[in-house]
């Protein structure tokens, strides 16, 4: 039987996760990238088949041209943690790259601060799932990140530093990106690139200062859900009729 993602995604959703894998599988084998990746995602996490990062890995890469960058974005992470494969930061920030290269809203975000503080950061989003898409509720945090509670050794500290130089430019670059994406099951990463584009205006970071352009994307990025867009603008008085009578001509 030809391999349906929709049949296999109702049967994870409902917790048959052993049968849901074995057709993930089966669309793998037959060349099916989306099976690929979320075959890749049952071994990542260990639904319905033991955990193997490993082989995970394998998956992944195989899925790695498809389309939106998810396959990218889950290696990048991998290679961050060491998971699976040796831990190389390199690997990892040119797979981020990639992603954010094929509309991986989470990897935009992700290279938007790493150049903002020129420093290999643990990502906050630690794998895509898209079973059956990656909406917020389904972003599993559910494993903790490995050494990310631990003391740094002082080469894996200095390798951080050296892997990535902060860019002020690219980093508004990949803001400015990720607050025009397609906010389909992300609305809440791209608020946050909303809220983050806007902080750039605000504060002259990687382009010029403009400080009415930023609050005018700072609304917007509070009407589109980001919470620290909301407390900024409330924090500091404004408001749409405030920015209006700003534009209102003086009277002589």
Known sequence: MAFEKSVADVLFMKGEYERAAEMYLEGAKDGEEIASFDYAYCLL????????????????????????????????VMY??????????????????????????????????????????????TSICMIPYHKSEL??????????SEALDEADEE??????????????????DAAHADSTYVEDLVA??????????????????????????MLTAGKSGSEDAVAYLA????????LLEWKKPKKD
């Open 80 to 125: 961050l943690e060491g998971n699976g494969v040796e831990k190389n930061y390199r690997t990892a920030i040119q797979y981020m790259s990639d992603a954010a290269d094929m509309g991986c809203v989470e990897a935009m975000l992700y290279l938007g601060m790493a150049y903002t503080t020129g420093y290999v950061l643990y990502p906050e989003i």
């Open 45 to 76: 996490r260990g639904y319905g088949v033991p955990r193997d990062p490993e082989m995970a890995k394998s998956f992944f890469t195989f899925a790695r041209d498809m389309d939106g960058g998810a396959s990218c974005y889950n290696l990048a």
């Open 235 to 242: 924090e500091n008085g404004i408001t749409e009729k405030l």
């Open 192 to 217: 946050k690139g909303k809220y983050l584009y806007a902080k750039c205006y605000i504060d002259g970071m990687g382009t010029d200062f403009n400080r009415e352009v930023g609050l005018k994307l």
């Open 159 to 176: 390798a951080r530093f050296t892997v990535i130089k902060a860019d002020a430019r690219r980093a508004f670059e990949y803001f400015s």
């Open 139 to 148: 972003r599993d945090n559910m494993f903790c990140l490995p050494g990310s």
